[in-house]
């Protein structure tokens, strides 16, 4: 299976300010189409997981520009250019490559 | 908008079956080359994709859960359903059931609201 990490595991951060964590796989997830198979997800407080980024980088339908996926291979970030009070949470992140999918550990996001 | 909503027990004894229904609303089940999947989440803790079932049948299960594991679809009730087995403590956790998309990448956009179904005599 692949495995995936997360850092940090905790983020306090100030609204307004921007925001950025990192999740590592322990195997590339460039997928023969060149595009890398990493989604990331925002679970916020009592709610079901959303999708926020698939593709590693392509915002899914609703999802503020504020919110940027980045990376190749095995190194990706997600940033939040101005983070709102409304972004508070655990972000996963999870290889799409092969089953069996795997998340990481997951970020807390939460204000200072 | 698409929606999602599990249903089944919440209690369920060791060696039992847990037996889950997804029912979708606000769109067809069988329409287009959708996925139906399954996550689960232990308490506190994070995330583990259960498997998922298309609607001609393609099924992808976790290697860990394969043996106990069963995802069916049933198109006339726009639901889907999962069966595990011989369950045990370990499998307490809320299960999610979720939207499938494979037309670029692997990706769930839609999501039920989750059910806690813990496992205990």
């Known amino acids: 299976d692949i495995v995936m990490t997360q850092s940090p595991l905790s983020l306090p951060v100030t609204p307004g300010e921007p925001a950025s964590f990192s999740c590592r796989s322990n195997?590339?997830?460039?997928?023969?189409?060149?595009?890398?198979?990493l989604d990331w997800y925002l679970q916020k407080p009592g709610q079901s997981p959303q999708l926020l980024i698939y593709?590693?980088?392509t915002r899914a339908s609703g999802v503020p520009d504020r919110f940027s996926g980045s990376g190749s291979g095995t190194d990706f970030t997600l940033k939040i250019s101005r983070v709102d009070a409304e972004d508070v949470g655990v972000y996963f992140c999870?290889?799409?490559?092969?089953?069996?999918?795997?998340f990481g550990p997951g970020t807390k996001v939460d204000i200072k | 908008q698409l929606q999602l909503q599990e249903s089944g027990p919440g209690l369920v004894k060791p060696s039992e079956t847990l037996s889950l229904t997804c029912t979708v609303s606000?769109?067809?089940?069988?329409?287009?080359?959708?996925?139906w999947g399954w996550i689960r989440q232990p308490p506190g803790k994070g995330l583990e994709w259960i498997g998922t079932?298309?609607?001609?049948?393609?099924?992808y299960y976790n290697p860990s859960l394969k043996s106990r594991l069963t995802i069916s679809v049933d198109t006339s009730k726009n639901q889907f359903s999962l069966r595990l087995t011989s369950v045990t403590a370990a499998d307490t956790a809320v299960y999610f059931c979720?939207?499938?998309?494979?037309?670029?990448?692997?990706?769930?956009?839609?999501w039920g609201q989750g059910t806690l179904v813990t496992v205990s005599s």
């Open positions: 979720a939207r499938h998309r494979r037309d670029w990448g692997n990706y769930f956009d839609s």
């Open positions: 606000s769109g067809s089940i069988s329409s287009g080359d959708y996925y």
């Open positions: 079932r298309s609607n001609s049948g393609s099924t």
């Open positions: 195997q590339s997830l460039l997928h023969s189409s060149g595009y890398n198979y």
């Open positions: 593709l590693g980088s």
């Open positions: 999870m290889q799409a490559l092969q089953t069996p999918f795997t």
